[in-house]
């Protein structure tokens, strides 16, 4: 069984982050992305938010309004498909992608200024995927780079004191319309 969700990482405080989205806290424990969207925050500054729809964000749209004033890593993760993408925003600007479609086999397609990393993650990955061909271990590469900026990665245990926790977006009565230009909108 593979999962399929999309995950940003935003620097900055969890308050200050779910303020942004337009989301509130539950203080309900969230430990295997069960809800629609769950938070945890995240040594180096770091508030992750996982959405269960693995599209939800793909919209180039929702990432550069939402990185307006901050910065972001964003990540669509479909296993089934062996689907994966991460990127960077700052300031309303892409940064860099990276993207791996396992239909394509080991095909990677980048742009923008990757990460110092990227070429020796690639390389690492691709030895890999030579000495196993049964894995696609391509697949890894957008994830781990996420992971080396933000300090999360979906199929690995959480560093200390991590804990996601189950977020709402916040009803329009208190005039925010259930998230920033409808970024937690279902």
């Not at 049964?134 to 697949?139: A, K, P």
Request: aromatic share 10%.
């Amino acid at each position: 069984m593979g999962l399929a969700i999309s995950w940003c990482g935003v620097q900055g405080s969890r308050a200050d982050v779910l303020d942004a989205a337009h989301l509130q806290d539950t203080n309900e424990a969230d430990e295997y992305y069960e809800t629609a969207f769950a938070a945890a925050d995240f040594p180096g500054g770091w508030t992750v938010i996982v959405a269960k729809d693995f599209s939800h964000f793909l919209d180039e749209g929702r990432l550069k309004e939402f990185s307006k004033g901050r910065r972001l890593v964003a990540v669509l993760v479909e296993e089934h498909a062996m689907f994966c993408k991460a990127s960077e925003w700052r300031d309303g600007a892409e940064i860099w992608s990276a993207e791996h479609d396992g239909d394509t086999g080991p095909a990677m397609q980048t742009s923008g200024a990757l990460p110092a990393s990227f070429a020796d993650v690639h390389a690492e990955m691709l030895a890999k995927q030579e000495s196993d061909k049964e894995v696609d271990f391509i697949f890894e590469v957008p994830v781990v780079l996420a992971q080396q900026i933000v300090g999360f990665k979906h199929d690995e245990e959480l560093p200390g004191g991590s804990k996601f926790m189950k977020v709402l977006p916040i009803t329009s009565d208190r005039g925010k319309g259930g998230g920033l230009f409808g970024l937690f909108r279902k």
